[in-house]
């Protein structure tokens, strides 16, 4: 019912407040509820014997709307709902927010969680009409085919206000209507399969993920500018290279035009295109020995760092990610706009470098991988000249003061008064793995925070020790067989990443899994469970659909899915220590979450948030390791070196320990304070107070009790020094000054 006048409006408000749980579809003119785009009118939709379905009008351009008086009252009436409904329901969300929704005590319930739970891993896509299709058929999902084309046929697509209420109503009703029928007939299966209590994880993360995408993550445009530059400046000098060698100027971005660049100079790609033309993709390009190969690709790469990770946020001080709870078939979360996944950990060296052998062997070891990816063979390695073209990628070891260096991680800083940190999970998914065999021997292990997984499973596949020449080698075979059971690759895959032939590889993955106890045990006992019921569920109880042919595929699907579901968890129990704190969640990549944290909170709440990350309802012996970013993402501290050695900019300065000789140590606190006037004149104060020669080889309590004396008489002149340079203010006088209070206890 499209409800567009008074009677209309009294009449469905007094059947849909008999409902606590709405289904909810907004209709916009943009896509950013962050920028002007608002809320050209709302669906809802009530649990009725009928599915009954009603639009509200507001704010669309064309005649037809409901008086925008009603919408206040219809948020109040919405927020004491105690359920909304939705698809993709954080977007909603965050359009109802900006005109008064409070989303406090409900349950939100996106109905795309309730689909991926009950779907085949098979099945990927989750978009609305999709689903809808593959539910009810074609007809079923027509209007929305429909309506869309008769939209953009009047170029209302990007604006949806500029359609009439009527149109976009009745698209809007049929959005809701079919959300509502998914979740009931969706709910039915989640208990069928027993999967509840996963599913009320992941209503309470829906909520997490919206106050994480909702803060955003602060972003340095002014660095934006200079990186887009230096990329600029580095990308000519690309190109007059690469002009030399060719001897001819063409459109680097053109493959045709490349194809005969190479041809002229006798070179072939080993790669070919669907349509049977010859490749010059990434894993094309590291296959030849030639100069100009690393150089196209390093132009391309650093075009693609300024379209993806730059230009776009040229404009934006604030980056409001999209994450998805439903977005992977294990359970782990993705993210949209951007994809946090793909932001590179590594630097950028706008300049030709000189590698060492070492640099060299590994750039090799890295091409030799995009290879592997193709499933083509690796070839003889390139020439020391060539390499060199393909190190303008480094590690993630950004320095700040060399200009030749661009990051895109360096974009993201903190607020004033907060700073970035990091706590990543160690060896993760190696330590679910472990988990599962049963082993008694790697449980021991896994009790440790100290263990280099990889080395141990070395050590007892191949009956070697630390000491061996080889023992290097054998570490990262063991590591590639381990990731290529948990990720489900055959030998020949295998082979490609290990750098040796098929017959090799499938030698030593027998010999690790005659090795470690349960292994063999435990991947085909999951193979048989979905050959022969087509269906796994992990330790949380998520339900995994797979078809017999990909029972390979098992392992990692229980593996991944069991980390991403503990991490999940973990996430909830960190908001809920953080709600009433200044700290907040901003963003969460791989097994790793960033928080920003307030200055005069992080003492406190890291031990806390360690701690709370270090347990799971499963019991798995996890450890976190923690890190400061104290200038930007792309710059990390180890938290307790951070937190022991560092001074940082703020209005409180953290309180430093220096370790001295013979036994004694200096502790200086530094306090800064903005002042600010009756009058509202501004000026600043500073005190400092040095406690020198704590002397640890004599008795400490008579040090103390001075210690204490010292610091009760440099507060009295703090206080004195205050109030005299705000009478200062007051009087126009203030010149302001530093005055720093010393208190010495020798």
């Not at 669309?60 to 009436?77: R, T």
């Not at 992941?202 to 803060?215: F, G, I, K, Q």
């Not at 800083?413 to 790697?442: C, H, K, T, W």
């Not at 140590?665 to 509202?680: A, D, F, P, R, W």
Request: with cysteine.
């Amino acid at each position: 019912m499209l409800v567009n006048n008074d009677v209309l409006y009294a009449e469905t408000l007094q059947h849909i407040t008999q409902f606590n749980s709405w289904v909810v579809d907004v209709e916009t003119n943009g896509l950013d509820p962050y920028g002007y785009n608002q809320i050209c009118g709302i669906g809802v939709a009530v649990n009725d014997s009928n599915l009954s379905t009603y639009y509200f009008p507001f704010r669309h351009q064309q005649p037809g709307n409901l008086d925008l008086k009603y919408l206040p009252k219809l948020m109040e009436v919405m927020n004491s709902r105690t359920e909304l409904i939705g698809y993709n329901i954080k977007f909603d969300l965050k359009f109802l927010a900006n005109d008064g929704l409070d989303i406090s005590n409900k349950t939100l319930i996106d109905t795309m969680l309730l689909i991926r739970l009950t779907a085949d891993t098979t099945i990927r896509e989750l978009g609305l009409t999709k689903t809808i299709k593959r539910f009810y058929g074609d007809e079923a999902a027509a209007y929305d085919i429909e309506t869309k084309k008769y939209l953009r046929s009047n170029k209302w697509q990007k604006d949806f206000s500029l359609a009439p209420p009527d149109v976009l109503g009745e698209y809007c009703e049929k959005d809701v209507y079919w959300t509502l029928r998914l979740y009931n007939d969706c709910l039915v299966k989640i208990k069928q399969s027993g999967q509840f209590d996963i599913l009320e994880l992941e209503y309470a993360l829906t909520r997490v993920l919206y106050d994480m995408e909702s803060r955003g993550v602060i972003i340095d445009t002014n660095y934006v500018e200079t990186a887009i530059n230096k990329l600029e400046k580095r990308k000519d000098q690309l190109e007059e290279e690469i002009y030399r060698l060719s001897d001819s100027e063409f459109n680097i971005r053109s493959t045709q035009e490349i194809s005969e660049v190479f041809h002229k100079l006798g070179i072939h790609s080993n790669l070919f295109t669907a349509t049977g033309k010859e490749s010059w993709g990434a894993a094309a390009l590291a296959q030849i020995n030639h100069p100009l190969a690393g150089l196209i690709r390093q132009h391309r790469a650093l075009s693609k760092l300024a379209s993806t990770y730059l230009e776009p946020y040229l404009a934006k001080d604030v980056l409001h990610t999209s994450f998805c709870n439903w977005g992977t078939l294990t359970g782990r979360l993705s993210s949209r706009e951007p994809n946090l996944q793909n932001i590179p950990r590594n630097h950028f060296k706008l300049r030709n470098v000189e590698l060492s052998e070492e640099e060299l062997n590994d750039i090799q070891t890295r091409l030799a991988a995009t290879i592997s990816a193709t499933g083509q063979e690796v070839s003889s390695g390139l020439d020391a000249e060539v390499l060199s073209t393909w190190g303008f990628m480094g590690d993630d070891s950004y320095d700040e003061s060399d200009p030749s260096q661009i990051s895109i991680r360096r974009l993201f800083r903190a607020r004033p008064g907060y700073n970035l940190i990091s706590f990543d999970y160690s060896q993760m998914e190696v330590r679910v793995f472990l988990s599962y065999l049963r082993n008694e021997a790697m449980m021991e292990l896994l009790n440790r925070n100290d263990v280099d997984f990889h080395g141990e499973a070395a050590k007892i596949a191949f009956d070697i020790t630390e000491d061996h020449e080889d023992f290097k080698e054998y570490r990262q075979l063991a590591k590639g067989i381990t990731f290529g059971i948990i990720y489900g690759i055959g030998s020949e895959r295998l082979a490609q990443q290990l750098r040796t032939t098929k017959r090799e590889a499938a030698q030593y993955k027998k010999r690790y899994l005659d090795s470690i106890e349960g292994s063999r045990e435990f991947i085909r006992g999951v193979m048989k469970a979905v050959e022969e019921r087509g269906w796994i569920k992990n330790k949380y109880g998520r339900v995994y659909k797979v078809p017999s042919t990909m029972s390979y595929k098992g392992v990692n699907y229980l593996v991944q899915g069991t980390s991403a579901d503990i991490l999940n968890e973990r996430l909830i129990e960190v908001s809920k220590l953080l709600q009433n704190t200044k700290s907040k969640m901003l963003l969460q990549v791989h097994d790793e979450i960033i928080l920003e944290m307030h200055d005069d909170e992080i003492h406190q709440l890291v031990p806390q948030i360690v701690d709370i990350m270090q347990t799971n309802s499963l019991g798995i012996p996890l450890f976190v390791d923690k890190e400061v970013c104290p200038d930007s993402w792309a710059t990390k501290i180890d938290y307790e070196k951070w937190m022991t050695s560092s001074k940082q900019d703020g209005t409180l300065k953290r309180i430093t320990l220096k370790e001295a000789k013979m036994a004694k140590i200096s502790l200086e606190v530094s306090v800064t304070k903005q002042l600010v006037s009756k009058t509202g004149q501004q000026g600043y104060f500073k005190a400092a107070a040095k406690i020198d020669e704590i002397d640890l080889d004599k008795p400490l309590d008579d040090q103390y009790k001075h210690i204490e004396e010292c610091f009760a008489g440099t507060a009295e002149q703090i206080k004195t020094q205050i109030l005299s340079q705000l009478a200062a203010l007051e009087d126009g006088e203030y010149r302001a000054p530093v005055k720093e209070l010393e208190a010495d206890a020798k």
